[in-house]
């Protein structure tokens, strides 16, 4: 079943929004990414989940690895809108 996600109801939630900031310099793997906070990694990975399906991170395999880097055009659309 394919979820249909808010972006607005996304960015709502503050770990979300420093998972944005943390990645908005620089492409991190999800381990990466948890390693920043005090939860468990499958919360984090879920987070990562519904910022991916609202297209504000995009995810790009290197090897093994997955990194997690910001949409910008995305973030623009959002940007634009609020303004």
């Known amino acids: 079943m394919n ?3 808010d972006v607005f109801q ?3 939630d503050p ?3 420093a998972i944005l900031l943390l ?3 620089q492409s991190l793997t999800a381990g ?3 390693s920043n906070f005090d939860t468990a990694r499958p919360t984090v990975s879920k987070h990562l989940q ?3 399906e609202c297209e504000l991170l995009e995810q790009e395999q290197n090897g093994r690895e997955i990194y997690y880097h910001i949409n910008a055009k995305k973030m623009k659309e959002v940007a634009d809108f609020i303004e």
Do not use: E, G, P
């Open 3 to 5: 979820l249909r996600r």
């Open 10 to 12: 996304a960015i709502a």
């Open 15 to 17: 770990t979300r929004r």
């Open 23 to 25: 990645v908005a310099s």
């Open 32 to 34: 990466a990414i948890a």
């Open 50 to 52: 519904i910022l991916t």
